[in-house]
């Protein structure tokens, strides 16, 4: 069976700071792969997919960036955080449906 | 118009109670429904998903298409507290390769 591992599961980082989040997935071959953004209170934020290594596409223009450096792994970053980049952090993998992992609370102080 | 629109919320109901969640959609290229269920603090789970007009049942849980309408609708019967989350509907186009849009998501509370 399919499954996905995201981490850190909760981080407080400082404006200014670098940011790295990584999603892995097991069982399955060439997933479509997602990074969504979940502010409190508001819906789901597409922030970034990719169809396949090193093809990624953006939704929100801003200072965050994701790479695919292998088939199952996606990761979410940024060199500089923003107050305005706290939130949670979600990876999905799948095509027609998707599938979640945890989440990621970042904290922005 | 937004492609995905659904009441935000929140909705409150006794233990027991049948509950009618919807989502209404504005694009007809939309061929795939589903319903998320997520608790609080974590990721949605896939609750149910259809591609049909029509009704699927699983359990208590009934997810009711209306491709002519686009309307789509998730019901709960026998609700109870353990339903408490937020509900967000999702729809697809028949491409895999475009993602999800999603519904902002019901706050329900089921009060015992």
């Known amino acids: 069976s399919q499954t996905i591992h995201q981490w850190p599961a909760t981080l407080v980082q400082p404006v200014g700071s670098p940011l790295s989040l990584e999603c892995t997935v097991e069982?399955?071959?060439?997933?479509?792969l997602y990074w969504y953004r979940q502010a409190a209170g508001r819906g789901l934020q597409l922030l970034f997919y990719s169809v396949g290594i090193g093809q990624i596409s953006s939704e929100v223009p801003q200072n965050l960036s994701a790479s695919r450096p292998q088939d199952r792994q996606f990761i979410l970053s940024s060199k500089k955080l923003l107050l305005s980049d706290s939130g949670f952090y979600l990876c999905?993998?799948?095509?027609?449906?998707?599938?979640f992992g945890e989440g990621s609370w970042l904290t922005v102080v | 118009q937004k492609e995905v629109e659904q009441d935000p919320g929140p909705l409150s109901v006794p233990e027991g109670a049948i509950v009618s969640l919807n989502c209404t959609y504005s694009?007809?290229?939309?061929?795939?429904f589903m319903w998320y269920r997520q608790y609080s603090r974590k990721g949605p789970e896939l609750l149910m998903y259809?591609?049909?007009?029509g009704n699927k049942e699983d359990g208590r849980f009934t997810a009711q298409v209306d491709k002519s309408s686009k309307y789509i609708s998730l019901f709960i019967r026998d609700s109870q507290p353990s339903d408490s989350a937020t509900y967000l509907c999702a729809i697809s186009r028949i491409s895999g390769n475009t993602p999800l849009v999603f519904g902002k998501g019901t706050r329900l509370s089921v009060i015992a």
């Open positions: 069982g399955t071959s060439n997933p479509n």
């Open positions: 999905a993998w799948g095509t027609a449906t998707i599938y």
């Open positions: 259809t591609y049909s007009s």
């Open positions: 694009n007809s290229a939309f061929q795939y």
